[in-house]
């Protein structure tokens, strides 16, 4: 089976995620309630998309894997991140605004970025993705068609770049936003992810 028949079958489970999780936060005072921004829906819109391929790929590796440090990880990983991606979609719902963007991904971090935040963005850019840090589809397809420690060591690798794009636009939003519901969130993004990133690097030394 192929990553797009795949892809296919998981949006029922994403969905009952995302919702469940969702409406848990609408009453917990987790809404911004300020007019948004546009870095602010920007980040929002993008990052579930982000997030979205996270939860994906670990799905994946769970199912091609037996060792138990990596399906916990992974399962970690779809979570929190089902948990965030409630969160953003929860704000873009109650701010009127589409669940992804109707622009070019990443517009929103264009206005002001600095020369190294534009090095940085390119470096994490690979041809044919969709957003910084993201897989392209030739990638996720051989994570489906890989297994056992070759599936766990790209997946590792594959994350690793992903966390680095999240942080990159997480980090994004803060310079941008003075919500500090919005802000607040892409800080716990950027410390869980840093600190996943060196966790991922000490289990690739295993590989």
Do not use: C
Not at 55 to 78: N, P, Y
């Amino acid at each position: 089976m192929n990553y797009q028949a795949i892809k296919r079958q998981l949006p029922a489970l994403l969905i009952g995620i995302v919702v469940g999780v969702g409406m848990f936060l609408l009453g917990q005072n987790s809404i911004p309630l300020d007019k948004p921004n546009e870095a602010e829906i920007g980040f929002a819109q993008d990052m579930s998309v982000h997030h979205q391929q996270a939860i994906e790929m670990s799905f994946l590796v769970r199912e091609k894997t037996d060792d138990q440090e990596i399906r916990g990880f992974a399962f970690d990983i779809i979570n929190t991140q089902a948990n965030q991606r409630g969160m953003m979609l929860g704000w873009l719902d109650l701010w009127q605004q589409p669940l992804s963007t109707t622009k070019t991904p990443m517009m929103w971090m264009m206005d002001d970025m600095s020369s190294m935040d534009h090095s940085q963005m390119t470096k994490d850019f690979t041809s044919g993705a969709y957003m910084p840090g993201m897989a392209t589809s030739d990638e996720m397809q051989t994570l489906v068609e890989a297994s056992g420690t070759d599936a766990e060591q790209l997946f590792l690798e594959l994350m690793i770049r992903h966390h680095k794009g999240g942080v990159m636009m997480a980090d994004g939003v803060i310079k941008r936003s003075e919500n500090e519901t919005v802000t607040r969130l892409a800080q716990t993004m950027v410390n869980g992810q840093q600190a996943e990133i060196d966790y991922m690097n000490e289990l690739l030394t295993n590989y």
